[in-house]
Each structure stands twice: as C-alpha cells, then as structure tokens.
C-alpha cells in the first residue's frame, strides 16, 4: 500500500494488457485504468471481475489517457508505458492515439502532452509520476521530448530508472523509467 500502510490510489494511463493492474492488486492499491481498445478493455474487465473487492477499488475507463481527466487531487501516484506512437499498435480502432494523431508532432502534443496535463492535474501535492518511454526509429528523441513536457508541465524529474529487457544478441538494452514528482 503507498504511504505508510493507506490504500492510495494510482492512475495507468495505458493499460496494455493488464500487467501494471496486477501489481496493483497485488500491491492492495486503488487502481484507475484507462485503454481504448475494445479487446484489450475486455480482458481488463475479466481480471476485475476475478479479483473484486478486498479492500481496493478497480475503476476502469474504455477511452484514451488524454480524454479521462481524474478527479483533481485524487491521485497518488499516475504511471505506465503508453504507446510509442505508431510503434506499438494494439487495433486499427479509431480510438488508438496513432490514427487520432496520425503525424509525430500531432501525437507528441494531443496525446503524450494532454496525458501528461491530467496527470498534474489529478495528482496530489506531492504526488508522482513514473513514465517508461524510450527512443524509437520514427521519434528519436521521444525520451529527451517526454522530459521536456513534463518540466514544462511544473513535474520536478527526480530520478531516472532504467528497465533491463532481455536481449536476443546478449547484449542487455535499458529502457528509461521517468519519475516525476508534482
């Protein structure tokens, strides 16, 4: 549970396919997750269905980051790994920020932007924010750019983590984990 044994309450702004959900069950948190796709959303509400109740709620939004606004200082802690543009493409859905943006800048500003914003502007004093992005061949500086946003936003980057993926050629690759701090 965060802070010193209370039930807090997080926000994954993309929720893929439910990993992050199932640390915070087992973390015995507040869960709040939004995804637009259809099947994707599907298999979220399956895993709340199977681990409802205990002393968490499990919310969850069939729309885009970057049109659910939480309630405004009711956040703990917002994190997640959000689509790398068109690089990870889990429908052809209209609702998929990837067709919604269809060019990089347009995608940068209405989608990795506006998600950011709601953040801030649903978390508490204090509260943080931990993004996992990396550079991809269509944004290069998609770290470098993902940073910038947030310290534009007010965010204090406290620290930088770096995630170890495994490697086919032996040679480990990191993936930044951005923490922010409102």
Known sequence: PLFGGKTGTTWDMSCGYGGRLLGSIAADVNYIGTDPCTETFEGLKEIREDWKGLNRT?????????E???DKNSVDLCFTSP???????YSDEDTQSYIKYPTKEEWIEGFLRQTIENCYY???SGGTL???VANTK????????TVRIAKQ?????????Y???SSQTGTPKYEPIFIFQK
Request: proline share 4%; no cysteine; aromatic share 16%.
């Open 130 to 132: 931990i993004m996992n």
């Open 83 to 89: 689509p790398y543009y068109d690089w990870e493409k």
């Open 138 to 145: 269509r944004i290069k500086n998609f770290e470098e750019v």
């Open 122 to 124: 649903g978390l508490k």
């Open 163 to 165: 995630l170890q993926l």
């Open 58 to 66: 499990i919310e969850l939004h069939k729309l885009g980051s970057e």
């Open 68 to 70: 659910f606004r939480p």
């Open 153 to 161: 936003i007010h965010y204090k980057h406290i620290d930088t983590w």
